[in-house]
């Protein structure tokens, strides 16, 4: 009998300890006493095993009834318990009450631990601890965030990105039938520009079965400033993702490999060499038991090999751009600005109470990842009192006072400028444009296509500068603010080169004196405006000449003159000081262009009219160091 009972136990167990595997799998639960879900885990590990062993019971009972002797279940005078007894008054040994006692007295001592630890949470009592959770310093925006060239505006969303993506997968008729296109589209900088990526996924598990074994073939890059979509196909496929089964599901991946880590959500992203990676995010509570969530690290999973390795937040290396994700930034935001001044103040005073309007963005700057969101009085409804730049991976935030529209009123400005066209505004981005902070939107039709594109004043939103183009319509939005147009200057490397110049010519662009030359054995034409060097005026037809350029389009522009020697008037370089000029020069750099260009005329140089205007007036703006970054 002895046995039997044994035997009857490790069956138990075992059924148990195979059910709770299943649960497991299934509920990936942190094996941390921080993690609600693994007390959850356990309160259903106890459930599973009294449910075991209650059908156990079950199954002697409905044996002892087969046997022809009656049993009933009474309760034992001697010890209290509840035994199932033949009618003849012997104990059969089969016992109820002590594996249900003890089984829910650990369910109500986990249930009060659980009630305890949400208790000590609770914001009335930590109301200053989550105002501290982030750390908000004033920021510059003139400074913070130069001013970009137009062709460095990025204009694809998530919205967008998916459709290039979607419409690039159906070119490729040996994927379409057996991939799908994540929904992910990760916003990060790449090679200093800003891309949405996001891996392919099978399509559905006869697809998983048939394709498993070479993984993923491909991931997709959609340059979010040209609109330029890409599947990148991989010398070996990724064997970790979402949609793999068992374990090499990402999520089961990590799980195993790092039973005690809390994770957040999964992304996906590239390094600079354009390999895939699984970026998981560790949690830490900095608020009672389990609560003030915040970031402490992140685990890098190779997609193709699987090689993982966990950093702590400060060692994460700096290709990576989403480590905190957008939901937790906005509820710290939000925490931030409600309990300015404690709990009692953010129900009833309400003084400095402050929140997040409703939606962001991302910025890219100096090759990090920012969320944008602005900043709104509780009371107020249409206008912001700031707006804030968080870092994604470090958490760096500064706020800037910047009175202003909300995002929502600057799209129904743009909106109701185009009203006619029933066209729908995309969530803004934020850009500096003149040193003064613009919301940027794409216009679509119902179609989700993009038609037009709009700039909007922050501080003034009934200033809007729509156009078919991004140069049409900052062109309209700078008329409208009464400004110059003047093209930022994109950074670009440069080339030094030597020569005689053999032809030349001038122009006036939007007020500047531009020059027009080539020199000698080469057809090329080069362009410098007259702020390049004091001496260009004096340039003519065999002048020896030291310069760099950059490539500018069908032109080569002139970054920087070294050297200038005239033919008569010798060597003049960048060092030396201007000689006085000749009372029978021309007194001005235009009358002398156009005598240069005289002078070209009667020898029968011809001038091209091709070259683009606004790239020899690019020297008047700075230097761009980052892109914004579009969508949600």
Same mark, same amino acid.
């Given at each position: ?8 136990m ?13 649960l ?16 959850v885990?356990?309160?259903?590990c ?7 062993n ?5 199954k ?34 089969v ?16 249930i ?18 989550? *105002? ?22 990025p204009?694809?969303?998530k ?5 290039l ?20 589209y990760?916003q990060?900088?790449y090679? =200093?520009s ?18 498993h074994k ?14 330029e979509?890409?599947?990148v ?14 374990f090499?599901?990402?999520? *089961? ?19 600079d ?9 560790t ?8 609560d ?23 060692d ?10 957008a939901e ?10 409600r ?5 009692i ?8 109470v402050? *929140?997040?309007?409703?939606g ?13 969101t602005?900043m ?7 206008s912001?009192i =700031? ?13 800037y ?24 505004a995309t ?8 040193n ?6 794409s216009?679509?039709?119902n ?5 037009m594109?709009?700039?909007v004043?922050?501080e003034?939103?009934?200033i ?7 140069d ?30 053999a ?12 020059y ?16 390049i ?16 350029y ?5 032109v080569?522009?002139?970054t920087?003159?070294?050297e200038?020697?005239?033919p ?21 750099s ?6 240069d ?5 009667h ?8 070259f683009?205007?606004d ?18």
């Amino acid at each position: 009998m002895k046995a039997k009972n044994i035997s009857s136990m490790v069956i138990r167990i075992l059924v148990s300890a195979a059910l709770m595997f299943l649960l497991f799998y299934s509920m990936l639960p942190a094996v941390n006493l921080r993690d609600k879900n693994f007390l959850v885990f356990l309160i259903l590990c106890i459930l599973i095993f009294l449910v075991v062993n209650f059908l156990s019971y079950t199954k002697d009972f409905l044996q002892t009834l087969g046997s022809g002797r009656g049993v009933q279940m009474v309760k034992d005078e001697e010890t209290g318990q509840f035994v199932f007894r033949r009618n003849s008054g012997k104990r059969s040994g089969v016992s109820l009450g002590r594996p249900l006692k003890y089984g829910f007295i650990a369910i109500g001592l986990i249930i009060i631990l659980m009630t305890v630890a949400s208790l000590l949470g609770l914001q009335f009592f930590n109301a200053t601890r989550y *105002r501290d959770l982030i750390t908000i310093e004033d920021g510059d925006f003139a400074q913070d965030v130069a001013e970009l060239n137009m062709s460095q505006i990025p204009v694809v969303d998530k919205d967008t990105a998916s459709r290039l993506g979607s419409r690039k997968l159906g070119e490729m008729t040996e994927l379409v039938s057996q991939f799908e296109i994540q929904d992910d589209y990760t916003q990060i900088n790449y090679k =200093g520009s800003p891309y949405r990526v996001t891996p392919l996924r099978y399509a559905d598990p006869i697809k998983w079965l048939f394709n498993h074994k070479e993984g993923l073939p491909a991931y997709l890059t959609v340059d979010m400033v040209t609109q330029e979509t890409n599947l990148v196909w991989l010398e070996n496929g990724m064997r970790y993702s979402p949609s793999e089964y068992f374990f090499r599901n990402i999520y *089961r991946y990590i799980r195993f490999k790092y039973p005690t880590k809390m994770f957040e959500t999964v992304s996906f992203e590239i390094d600079d060499n354009g390999t895939p990676y699984w970026i998981a995010p560790t949690i830490s509570y900095r608020i009672g038991w389990w609560d003030g969530k915040d970031i402490d690290g992140a685990v890098l999973v190779n997609a193709v090999t699987g090689e993982s390795e966990w950093y702590a937040k400060e060692d994460v290396p700096q290709w990576v751009d989403q480590l905190y994700y957008a939901e937790l930034l906005i509820g710290q935001l939000d925490d931030n600005g409600r309990f300015q001044h404690g709990y009692i103040n953010s129900v009833f005073g309400q003084k400095d109470v402050r *929140r997040t309007t409703y939606g962001y963005n991302y910025m890219a700057i100096n090759d990090d990842v920012y969320l944008y969101t602005g900043m709104s009085s509780v009371t107020a409804d249409e206008s912001n009192i =700031g707006f804030v730049l968080v870092n994604c991976r470090t958490k760096e935030t500064k706020f800037y006072t910047v009175p202003g529209a909300t995002e929502t009123s600057a799209m129904a400005s743009a909106q109701g400028q185009v009203q006619h066209l029933n066209y729908s505004a995309t969530f803004p981005l934020l850009l500096n444009i003149s040193n003064r902070p613009t919301y940027f939107l794409s216009l679509k039709d119902n179609a989700g296509l993009v038609k037009m594109y709009a700039f909007v004043d922050v501080e003034q939103y009934q200033i809007v500068g729509t156009g078919q183009t991004i140069d049409e319509a900052k062109s309209n939005y700078r008329k409208a603010l009464n400004l110059e147009d003047v093209e930022v200057q994109e950074p670009v490397d440069s080339t030094e080169i030597s020569g005689t110049v053999a032809s030349l010519a001038s122009a006036v662009v939007s007020g500047n004196t531009c020059y027009y030359f080539t020199l000698e054995g080469d057809s090329q034409v080069y362009t410098a405006s007259v702020d390049i060097h004091e001496k260009l005026p004096f340039m003519q037809p065999g002048a020896e000449l030291s310069f760099s350029y950059a490539e500018d389009g069908a032109v080569r522009r002139v970054t920087e003159v070294h050297e200038l020697t005239l033919p008569d008037s010798g060597e003049i370089s960048s060092q030396t000081e201007a000689p006085e000029a000749d009372s029978s020069q021309p007194e001005t750099s235009e009358e002398v262009s156009q005598a240069d260009g005289e002078a070209e005329l009667h020898q029968g140089e011809s001038v091209t009219e091709t070259f683009p205007a606004d790239e020899a007036a690019d020297s008047e703006a700075g230097q761009p160091d980052e892109q914004p970054a579009d969508g949600q």
